[in-house]
């Protein structure tokens, strides 16, 4: 039997579907991991991010710290907190997710409001704009395209990565991956990598649609389309 038709065979046979290590409970484990660790390194880092694009102060220092977490190799910093007191299982995945989800949200919080056109923030103090009118009605609006990409960029990579909680005991699709490798089951094997590959396309595409509604100069553009066509 070729790996599709043994793919196809796992996918269609309701009882890997159901139960504690059916498709389904492992979907809602990977779920949580990752909307977990996702908003607690969004309560983190979009506060600070944005706090310092607004200020334009201490955001490189911020942005080289929190990149550490690219700079170490997520696999290396769960084996760590594995052998911490953290120990094994969720609490040391989320957190090693967590800190793998950081850069992009500083990187991305910060920049987003630093590229906002200095004539604009002119502008808006020239109107008598306080700082936390100007932050909320110019400078975050404006911004929010780039701090919604780093939100897209970490939710996917964290998806993706949540695979390796199987390696310390965790649940999520990663373990249809270790289990069918375990037991030299190419269907399970290749339905968890195929399951985790086409729903990190599904969030990345989400969130892309999200990234583009939340783009105040885009609804500008459309609503002069829209106007345009409305006087032809």
């Not at 490189?60 to 170490?72: H, P, Q, S, W």
């Not at 373990?175 to 599904?202: E, F, K, M, P």
């Amino acid at each position: 039997m070729s790996s599709w038709h043994r793919l196809i065979d796992y996918l269609t046979t309701a009882s890997h579907w159901t139960g504690q290590a059916g498709i389904l409970h492992r979907l809602e484990q990977h779920m949580a991991l990752t909307g977990v660790s996702v908003a607690i390194a969004a309560a983190v880092a979009l506060p600070l991010g944005l706090a310092l694009g607004h200020v334009g102060r201490g955001g490189t220092l911020a942005i080289n710290i929190t990149n550490i977490g690219r700079a170490v190799p997520t696999f290396a910093v769960l084996t760590l907190l594995t052998l911490s007191p953290v120990g094994i299982g969720n609490r040391s995945t989320v957190i090693a997710l967590v800190l793998f989800a950081l850069p992009p949200l500083v990187t991305n919080s910060y920049i987003g409001l630093r590229e906002v056109d200095p004539e604009v923030r002119d502008a808006a103090r020239g109107m008598g704009m306080s700082g936390w009118q100007l932050f909320r009605r110019v400078e975050l609006p404006l911004g929010m395209p780039l701090v919604m990409a780093g939100i897209r960029i970490a939710t996917v990579q964290v998806w993706a990565t949540a695979t390796i909680a199987a390696l310390v005991g965790a649940g999520g699709l990663g373990r249809l991956i270790t289990d069918g490798l375990s037991s030299h089951d190419q269907g399970q094997l290749l339905a968890g990598a195929v399951i985790v590959a086409a729903l990190a396309l599904v969030v990345e595409l989400l969130l892309a649609l999200v990234q583009r509604q939340v783009d105040p100069l885009r609804r500008l553009r459309v609503a002069a389309a829209t106007r345009g066509a409305d006087v032809t």
